[in-house]
């Protein structure tokens, strides 16, 4: 008895240990499951997407369906995108012109303004309202076409609905995004003249000759480049979250969610990205 | 009520019943995860007969027809259409296969962006593209009439109530001329009323396009209606298997107690 006393006062410290150790490997098990579920994600991700490519390029392309996309996409976001270019000219005007005026280069304003619209916050803030009114859109509407079966009955009608629904979603964003990028990018210049109007008095003419006096082409290309990239990445997730929803009505709602977050978050990583590229290549 | 009405339709049809089968399934089996949906089925559907697959939710009727036009593959079994291997067929082979099936889906699975013409011409033009715009036009309304809905033609699906959503959902189906019909759950969410329209709708359809159909149900007014054969499914296996005469006639607690 005397021999094992030792070994009984070691044995709550063991029960300690023993706790511990379940926990851990729970931990780790749970941790495993998220790397695996995460590499899951990932692989069907990648799997969707050589899908649409590879329905992009065959034959049967669904022209009508890619036209009442682009009108739904471009046309029917004319109100909301006018109203963003123009308040994003006429704020970035009033907050830059007293610094301006401080240093005596309020006639940079016009030029500084052109640039800072065109190169960045253009495509950006548009592309960000689009990931939200857009990505959004396409993530409830296949959602909704998921759960009430439609994309099962397009299936057993022998129509490809990878081509029907996503090829043409994503090649219409591809298009009307930056389309509407450089439209932001008109009106964000004439909110601008507006603003400069409030407290000074410049003509139309004037205006916009000192604007694009400073632009160079090099201004414009980076800024289309990766306007186009925005426009697939918010389509994609878009049609990525509404066709892989699940079977219950939630699961549209996540739908939405998601594909405005995750779009959003593309859409400013992708900008990272080609601002970097931009920067080496010394555009 | 419509008991009595519906076996003449039934009379009528099994002359037109063949030997000849045109689906056969063996030992088919689908788990989701861990969940055993399908344990072992094996049935066959023959030429022009109504087979009514009834059974309680959840046990597995919706996916033994979904595995039958693929939109599920089965973990292990065959299933044979027309004579030709539906797992072993590749992308063009199932879309040929595809066109010879109709499936009508439990919410009616119309395209809430289409019209009514637009919902019907959408699998013509797909299915049938030799078709000229006045041939379309005359197939849509010759389907139309057949389910009673020809004033429907531009009403969005948000405007149907869900009889009519059923019934334009049928046409669409039909529109192709499809030597199969799958029906899931076809009468689920109507009134009485409506749901034996419905089924007489399904009688015609066999009678006049000649199908051969599939009906998953647990409406035994519709079965009444519509079966030629019945078979009982429970727990992912084929339980029973006869005429709705033999089910009626049948002893057992559990068939007995789903007939009532």
Known sequence: MKKLTPAIKLLPKLQVVTKHAIKLGEKTIAKTENIGSFLTEVANVFLFLVRTIKETFSRDFEFSEFLRQCFQIGYKSLPLISVTGIIMGLVLTIQSRPVLVNFGAVTMLPGMVAISLIREMGPVITA???????????????????????????????????????????????????????????????????????????????????????????????????????????????????????????????????????????????????????????? | MNTSQTKT???????????????????????????????????????????????KSGSGKSVLIKCIVRLLEPDSGTINVFG?????????????????????????????????????????????????????????????????????????????SGGMRKRISLARTIV??????????PTTGLDPVTSDEISSLINDVQLKYKTSSIIITHDIACARMTANRVIMVLDGEVYQDGTLDQFEKSTDSLIKSFLK
């Not at chain 1, 219950?248 to 995750?262: M, R, Y």
């Not at chain 2, 030992?27 to 995860?33: A, D, H, R, V």
Request: proline share 2%.
């Open chain 2, 84 to 160: 030709e291997d539906v797992s072993a067929l590749n992308r063009e082979g199932l879309g040929s296969l595809r066109k010879k099936i109709g499936f009508l889906f439990q919410s009616g699975a119309l395209y809430d962006s289409m019209t009514v013409q637009q919902n019907l011409e959408f699998p013509l033009r797909r299915i049938k593209k030799n078709l000229t715009q006045k041939e379309i036009d005359e197939k849509v309304k010759e389907v139309l009439e057949h389910v009673g809905l020809s004033g429907a033609l531009d009403k969005m699906p948000s405007q149907l």
């Open chain 2, 176 to 185: 192709v001329d499809p030597g199969i019909m799958l029906y899931d759950e």
């Open chain 1, 128 to 283: 960000l309202i689009c990931a939200g009114k857009i990505g959004s859109g396409m993530g409830a509407e296949l959602g909704s076409m998921k759960v009430t079966e439609q994309i099962d009955a397009m299936e057993v009608s022998s129509t490809n609905p990878i081509r029907f629904l996503v090829v043409t979603r994503v090649l219409a964003a591809t298009l009307m995004i930056p389309l509407l990028i450089l439209y932001a990018d008109a009106l964000g210049i004439l909110g601008s003249w507006v603003g400069v109007n409030i407290k000074g008095d410049v003509t139309f003419v004037l205006f916009f000759t000192q604007a694009f006096r400073d632009v160079t082409f090099m201004d414009f290309l980076p800024a289309v480049v990766k306007s186009i990239f925005f426009g697939a990445l918010i389509g994609f997730v878009g049609c990525y979250k509404g066709y892989t929803a699940g079977r219950g009505t939630e699961s549209v709602g996540v739908a939405a969610n998601s594909a405005v977050v995750l779009g959003s978050l593309c859409v400013i990583v992708a900008d990272m990205i080609a601002v970097q590229i931009t920067d080496m290549l010394l555009l």
């Open chain 2, 9 to 55: 339709i039934n009379n009528d049809s099994f002359e037109t019943i063949t030997d000849e089968s045109v689906i056969g399934i063996n030992n088919l089996k689908k788990s989701f995860g861990k969940q055993e949906v399908l344990k072992n089925v094996s049935l066959r559907l023959f030429k022009g007969e109504n087979l009514v697959v009834l059974g």
